[in-house]
């Protein structure tokens, strides 16, 4: 065995400690190893398969966008279209008191938003920690957790002498689950998605669940908005940053949001809506190729991960640059060069072999490591996985990492670019608000989706900068719940 010295540790995301081990001596530890020949054969391989063209990426562009273009002119579409009645930007005068709830796959949220216009916002929030139980029991029940929860909040905010009392306070409810609307305080879930499984709520108003809880418990409150958090997360970063014209999530899951005009949108046009006014369009662009197939780079391996998901064929283009799927893509790679004899010869390699055991931090803290022998690699592997590595390994598992990332951002910017290239956004130059884990998180995943920017469009691909969104579903929910109370108060659409 290699003589290890010393140790530190790095805390995951999961709050799992991993130690990171330091190594005196690269010995032979009596193991057959991959030599870094051999390895560097076997990369070349993986960069063909993982690497994204600028031709190649201009031409799912172009399907991108039609595939967009279709969601708008027709139901039922694979990437939906969704309109989100919310009426244009907001104006940056919007002022006062608004609750805002946000039902989390992991926290219910709770905030109370004062708007002090031009940009301004005050906050205080809390948050519920929500159980796998309650995920799963009677619908009703679970609005009657929140009802309560904003209750105890209002209580003691009234106490605080925050809020008045006998004030009734408009709500905004952000409901990031594929919901049906054809108003704007109104939305039947279509299904649960992040885990929940709560029976009587599917085909219902969740809206109208979410009012008879609020009434059972006596909580001054007024629904007036359902959003999901990507079209919040829109609205506050124009609030904030006006030059905005895009929202994306990129984390466990992936979405935008963007404003178009109504004339554009041909399935509502029987609404009778002011063909020059805009609405917010929640894309749900996560759907874009599925079933069909035909226009993203899968690998064998993309195609492993669909058939065994729960939902083969669908979300195509999400199980591309997830965050929930990027380690599992490298590990079946490890998995397929175990089965050829190439690594671990003489390990065991069982722990490895169970599916979503590779966790995408590891991709992130693999890229990040600075250490010229990959101590944090080495770490990962022997922490989770009891494996020996060379350094060869690991260099080679290191570029791997970062060839899966980096095909996940570049994809990513081909999402960004067909919503620029469709609204002709490229020659003025625009500021996309993008969150999310990968996002946030993983080294590089910006510089990577800029890159791809310029790739597509060439030099013209700066004007398009993404940057740290604002709060989407606490901030941006609150300024959709004002734009709405002010937009029926004034008479405009008050049925929409």
Known sequence: MSSRRGSTSVVLPSGQTLPSYTRSSEDDDGLPHATKKKMADHLRKYESLFTLTPQRMRIIVEAFKESLELGLSKHGQVVPMIPTYVFGWPSGKETGKYLAVDLGGTNLRVCLVTLEGEGKFEITQSKYRLSEEQKQEDGQKLFDFCAECLKAFIDSNIEAGVIEKDVILPLGFTFSYPCSQDRIDHGVLIRWTKGFGAPNTEGHDVVAMFRQSLAKHSVPADVVALTCDTTGTLIASHYVNPKTRIACIFGTGCNAAYMERVSDIPKIAQLGIDPNAEIAINCEWGAFDSFEHENLPRTKYDIIIDESSNKPGEQAFEKLISGR??????????????????????????????PYSFDTAFLSLMESDPTDELLMIIGIFSHFFALETTLAERQFFRALAKLVARRAARLSACGIAAIVSKMGYLDEGCYVGADGSLYNKYPMFAERIHEGLQDIFGDKGKNIVTYHAEDGSGIGSAIVAAMTKARRDAGIYPNL
Do not use: A, H
């Not at 893509?329 to 490895?352: A, H, P, S």
């Open 325 to 354: 799927y990027l380690g599992e893509i490298l590990r079946l790679i490890i998995c397929e060069l175990i089965d050829e004899g190439v690594l671990f010869l003489g390990q065991n390699t069982y722990k490895i072999e169970i």
